[in-house]
């Protein structure tokens, strides 16, 4: 059973940080491109970064390059993304999804992602 269960949204003053966790399923966390996206009321999910879990490749949206890092915890089946520098137009809902296997596609977009994470809030105030 594939399954993605996103937590550490919540509040932060612009400027500060928030860690969000997204742990994947171990059948499914192995070679797979996870991805993070965000989406605000009225939009599409928007591609915020990419990891692939069987190697180093990382992507970040222009947004957020230099603000957001990812990491991954292979051992627990874990992504994580660190936010600094927040900024109120990160206010979003938060999801992660598992994507293609073998590789990130040079494209991240939702389309390409086939199972997601229920969602966690993340709200930063100015």
């Known amino acids: 059973q594939v399954r993605l269960v996103e937590s550490g949204g919540g509040s932060a003053q612009a400027g500060g940080s928030l860690r969000l966790s997204c742990a994947v399923s171990q059948t499914t966390y192995s070679k797979k491109c996870i991805g993070w996206f965000r989406q605000v009321p009225g939009k599409g999910r928007e591609g915020v970064a990419a990891?692939?879990?069987?190697?180093?490749?990382?992507w970040y949206a222009d947004s957020v390059t230099g603000r957001f890092t990812l990491s991954q915890d292979n051992a627990n089946g874990t992504v994580y993304l660190d936010m600094s520098a927040l900024k109120p137009e990160d206010t979003a809902i938060y999801y992660c999804?598992?994507?293609?296997?073998?590789?990130?596609?040079?494209?991240?977009?939702?389309?390409?992602?086939?199972?997601w994470g229920q969602g966690t809030q993340v709200t930063v105030s100015s």
């Open positions: 999804a598992a994507g293609p296997s073998g590789y990130c596609p040079p494209r991240v977009t939702a389309s390409l992602f086939g199972y």
């Open positions: 990891i692939y879990t069987g190697g180093s490749s990382k």
